[in-house]
Structure formats: C-alpha cells, structure tokens
C-alpha cells in the first residue's frame, strides 16, 4: 500500500533510563539472631521476559522531509532501458530477491511508486543508489555532554585493587594494621560517620531518544555497628511504552550484640529473579543475568513507502553480589560490613521492516547503543571498640563506566530493478556519536574516629531508588 509522506505523522518518542547507584545504608532485623546461615535457599525465577509486540503510535514534528520541486509524472515505459527493446506484457521478470513476476504487473506497480515519488521532487529514472529522504531532527543542546551531580572524580589509584573480592577477613586484617595508629591530636572525634554520594547524568530529548543513570553510595558507622547500601537500576521509554529493564540492591548490617543481615533483590523486566534476606553471619555470592527482548510495531512512512517497522530493543542485565558479614559482642568491636556489588547492564536498539509491495523489500540498517554500564563498587566498614574509643575503619572503592546513546538507525525501502541498479530509499530515525565516560564515585582508605555514644544505629537514610512503575 502506498501512501504519501505528506500525508503521514511521525514523532519518534524513544526513552531511555537507566539507573546506577553505589553503595549504602542498612537493613535492621526486629530482634538480633545468633546462627550461622546455610546455603542459598532455591529462588523463584518469576514470569519469563517480555516478547510479545507492543503497538506503538509515531507522530511528526520532529520530522524533516528533504522535499524537492515536484516533477511532472511521465509513465515510465515497459521497455529495457539497456538495449531499448520492447517488454510483453506477459514475460516473466526475475527480481533480486528471487520474486517472479510479469512484467505488466512490475511496471504498473512501478508507475504507482514514480508518480509517489514526483509529487516530493524525486525520479526512479536518474535516483542514485541510496536516497536519503528525510530525517528526524535532533537538537545538539540535549545531546551534549550528560549534565552530572555530585559525581565525584577522585583520580589517584583505587585503594581497592579492580577484581579484588573483600572480605570481612580482610577487612580485619586491614583493622589491626591500625590498631597502633596514634588518636589524631587535631581531628575532632565524631558521633557518626556517614558518607552520601548520590550522582545523575542525563543526556537526549525524551520526545526522540534519552537516556539517564542516577544512583547512590552510603556508608554509616556508629559506636555500635557499621551499615552498607548498593542499588542499581534500569529502564526505558520506546515510543510512550516504559519498561523496568532491572533493579538490583544490597543492604548489609552489622551491631553489637549480635545484630547482623542482609537483604539483596533483583528484577529483571518486572520479573523476581532473587529476593534473599538473611540474619547472621554470612559469606555468599549471588550472579544472576537474564536476557532483554522487546519489541514494539509501528507504520514508518519512508517517502510513498509505508513500511512496518519493529524496533527492538534488545541486551542483558545482571549483577553480581558478594558479601559478608560478622557479628560482633555486646562492645561492637569487630562489628564488620564486606561487599563486592557489581551490576551491567547492555541495551541496544535495532529493527527489522515489512512493506506489501511486490516489488519492493523494506528493512532497518544499523543500531543504537542505548545505554552500557559497568558498575564496580567493593569494600567495606568494620568497626573497631577497645577501651572504649570506637573507631570506623573505612576501605571503598566505586567507579562506573557508562556509554549512551551511539549509533544510527535507518529503515530503508529498496525498489528491485531487474534492468540494472536496485534504488534504496532511506528515513534516518537517529543518528548520533553518544558518549562514553568513566565516574569516579569514591574512593576511601581512612580510619574515622568515634565518640563513645549509646545512639543506636539505623537506616542510613530513605530508599532514593526504587523499581519504577511501567507507564502503559
């Protein structure tokens, strides 16, 4: 079916949000336990990912058609354009893709397409290879370099060595090599120890194609107990159709006497891949990743072309947690907080196209890199009480490699000419060179003087990131 550009709205809505978040705050039981946890108990995996074709409405004003003066329609004749010979109606014409068809029908449909083709300024008689015939617009002031808050870039060499897996043995270790460490005369002792390090980037036109990662990373220590804090998470907008791509996040804690847990949680596309909460002393790993595949339809006219494009956006999400924990006695000495959190997330956008024309064949070149991120936050706090001068002993390090929005995609509608070249006509959806960047978000080896304090420790904070809702 033909149908004119000029008569056809398109706005390509394409969201992208992603989210990262770093480390911190605290998951309090209701009363302490004292037991050693055993293994991982089995855990749901929930609803399968979501396959299914979204219908999808695309609307213009974004849209630039790269019209040209209209041409006066001139029937193309039924002849070969190579030798000048006459074509009967009722030979048989062998296209490129193998379709066979009369030459009477080949040329009428082909006439359709030309007189289309006139009306915007444009000839399959003298068209290049490729013809670019519109375009969607898009402002550089918001894909310029993604707006950052708070992300702190703390150069120098991670104090945690990348690929290193702390433990609390380790963090223990780390504490009696402080242990002789003279009280600073000049630094004031402090009640608590709290350490904050939210950061957002933003970048893209939510009514084309955006995409944005905020997070987190929180540490509290107290005189009687330490706590840990991770979340990261991810999703997008295709069209007005959000979904959840992941959320993942890890509380750990523990106090004096005995008080001592974790909770970490996982959904991919909406779906439980793990919900574990623990009392006690610990030491696991949770590695979980599942696949991306979406897919939402919608009518993308390219030039007289109407085609059926299906875009998908397609990639993996998984993280990787390990932790432990150990409880301490009554004084909170030894109390003790190890993570290794490191979530991923790899999202691209591609597509394939449909066109019920005899002639011609429809597709999309290309894809979007909608967003890659590589986040790697592992450490810990541990807690040191002997003669009642608590100190926190503090050994972080979160970074983030993130990359948004690179790459082009371009469905196309190719006219198969049996007589010599094929013509392609093009409409570029997005085309644009993304970013790349490396964040820095802390990077801590000191030791924190307390002040002796009957304040009990709890949460670190309210929850900043959440499994957002998908919007219908």
Same mark, same amino acid.
């Given at each position: 079916?033909?149908?004119?550009?000029?008569?056809?709205?398109?706005?390509?809505?394409?969201?992208?949000?992603?989210?990262?978040?770093?480390?911190?705050?605290?998951?309090?039981?209701?009363?302490?336990?004292?037991?050693?946890?055993?293994?991982?108990?089995?855990?749901?995996?929930?609803?399968?990912?979501?396959?299914?074709?979204?219908?999808?409405?695309?609307?213009?004003?974004?849209?630039?058609?790269?019209?040209?003066?209209?041409?006066?329609?001139?029937?193309?004749?039924?002849?070969?354009?190579?030798?000048?010979?006459?074509?009967?109606?009722?030979?048989?014409?062998?296209?490129?893709?193998?379709?066979?068809?009369?030459?009477?029908?080949?040329?009428?449909?082909?006439?359709?397409?030309?007189?289309?083709?006139?009306?915007?300024?444009?000839?399959?008689?003298?068209?290049?290879?490729?013809?670019?015939? +519109?375009?969607?617009? !898009?402002?550089?002031?918001?894909?310029?370099?993604?707006? $950052? /808050? &708070? =992300?702190?870039?703390? #150069? %120098?060499?991670?104090?945690?060595?990348?690929?290193?897996?702390?433990?609390?043995?380790?963090?223990?270790?780390?504490?009696?090599?402080?242990?002789?460490?003279?009280?600073?005369?000049?630094?004031?002792?402090?009640?608590?120890?709290?350490?904050?390090?939210?950061?957002?980037?933003?970048?893209?036109?939510?009514?084309?194609?955006?995409?944005? +990662?905020?997070?987190? !990373?929180?540490?509290?220590?107290?005189?009687?107990?330490? $706590? /840990? &804090? =991770?979340?990261?998470? #991810? %999703?997008?907008?295709?069209?007005?159709?959000?979904?959840?791509?992941?959320?993942?996040?890890?509380?750990?804690?523990?106090?004096?006497?005995?008080?001592?847990?974790?909770?970490?949680?996982?959904?991919?596309?909406?779906?439980?891949?793990?919900?574990?909460?623990?009392?006690?002393?610990?030491?696991?790993?949770?590695?979980?990743?599942?696949?991306?595949?979406?897919?939402?339809?919608?009518?993308?006219?390219?030039?007289?072309? $109407?085609?059926?494009?299906?875009?998908?956006?397609?990639?993996?999400?998984?993280?990787?947690?390990?932790?432990?924990?150990?409880?301490?006695?009554?004084?909170?000495?030894?109390?003790?907080?190890?993570?290794?959190?490191?979530?991923?997330?790899?999202?691209?956008?591609?597509?394939?196209?449909?066109?019920?024309?005899?002639?011609?064949?429809?597709?999309?070149?290309?894809?979007?890199?909608?967003?890659?991120?590589?986040?790697?936050?592992?450490?810990?706090?541990?807690?040191?009480?002997?003669?009642?001068?608590?100190?926190?002993?503090?050994?972080?390090?979160?970074?983030?490699?993130?990359?948004?929005?690179?790459?082009?995609?371009?469905?196309?509608?190719?006219?198969?000419?049996?007589?010599?070249?094929?013509?392609?006509?093009?409409?570029?959806?997005?085309?644009?060179?993304?970013?790349?960047?490396?964040?820095?978000?802390?990077?801590?080896?000191?030791?924190?003087?307390?002040?002796?304090?009957?304040?009990?420790?709890?949460?670190?904070?309210?929850?900043?990131?959440?499994?957002?809702?998908?919007?219908?």
């Amino acid at each position: 079916m033909l149908c004119p550009l000029t008569h056809s709205r398109i706005r390509l809505m394409l969201g992208f949000s992603l989210v990262f978040a770093g480390l911190a705050s605290i998951l309090l039981a209701d009363s302490p336990q004292d037991r050693r946890l055993g293994p991982a108990r089995s855990i749901p995996l929930g609803r399968p990912p979501q396959t299914t074709v979204q219908p999808v409405r695309i609307q213009t004003s974004d849209l630039q058609v790269f019209r040209r003066t209209p041409i006066a329609f001139s029937p193309i004749e039924m002849v070969d354009p190579r030798t000048g010979r006459r074509i009967p109606p009722d030979e048989i014409l062998t296209l490129g893709n193998g379709t066979r068809i009369t030459a009477g029908e080949y040329f009428a449909e082909l006439n359709r397409i030309e007189k289309d083709l006139n009306a915007l300024g444009y000839s399959f008689r003298n068209a290049p290879t490729d013809t670019v015939i +519109a375009k969607v617009r !898009l402002d550089p002031r918001k894909y310029s370099a993604p707006l $950052a /808050t &708070r =992300a702190i870039r703390s #150069g %120098g060499r991670p104090v945690v060595a990348p690929g290193t897996r702390v433990t609390v043995e380790k963090l223990e270790q780390l504490a009696q090599s402080q242990e002789n460490r003279p009280r600073a005369e000049n630094r004031v002792a402090k009640s608590e120890h709290i350490v904050r390090k939210p950061f957002s980037y933003t970048l893209g036109d939510p009514d084309i194609l955006a995409a944005y +990662a905020r997070g987190s !990373l929180e540490l509290t220590g107290k005189p009687d107990g330490v $706590a /840990t &804090r =991770a979340e990261a998470a #991810g %999703g997008g907008t295709v069209f007005g159709r959000s979904f959840d791509a992941m959320y993942v996040s890890f509380d750990g804690h523990s106090r004096a006497g005995g008080d001592a847990g974790v909770r970490m949680q996982m959904t991919a596309l909406g779906s439980t891949v793990f919900n574990v909460n623990r009392q006690g002393t610990l030491d696991e790993t949770l590695q979980r990743s599942r696949p991306l595949n979406l897919n939402y339809g919608a009518d993308v006219p390219v030039g007289p072309f $109407a085609l059926a494009v299906q875009l998908r956006v397609q990639g993996s999400v998984g993280a990787t947690v390990h932790v432990s924990t150990s409880q301490a006695p009554s004084s909170g000495d030894g109390a003790s907080v190890a993570m290794n959190f490191t979530p991923h997330i790899d999202s691209k956008l591609t597509g394939t196209a449909a066109i019920d024309l005899k002639i011609v064949s429809a597709g999309v070149e290309g894809r979007v890199d909608l967003i890659s991120l590589d986040a790697d936050a592992r450490g810990g706090l541990t807690l040191r009480n002997s003669n009642g001068s608590p100190r926190v002993v503090e050994f972080v390090t979160a970074s983030a490699d993130v990359g948004m929005l690179s790459g082009k995609i371009v469905p196309y509608a190719k006219v198969w000419n049996p007589f010599g070249s094929d013509k392609r006509w093009s409409f570029v959806l997005f085309d644009w060179d993304g970013i790349e960047q490396h964040i820095d978000l802390y990077n801590s080896l000191q030791v924190v003087e307390l002040t002796p304090s009957r304040s009990p420790l709890h949460p670190v904070g309210v929850q900043i990131l959440s499994s957002p809702r998908t919007r219908k």
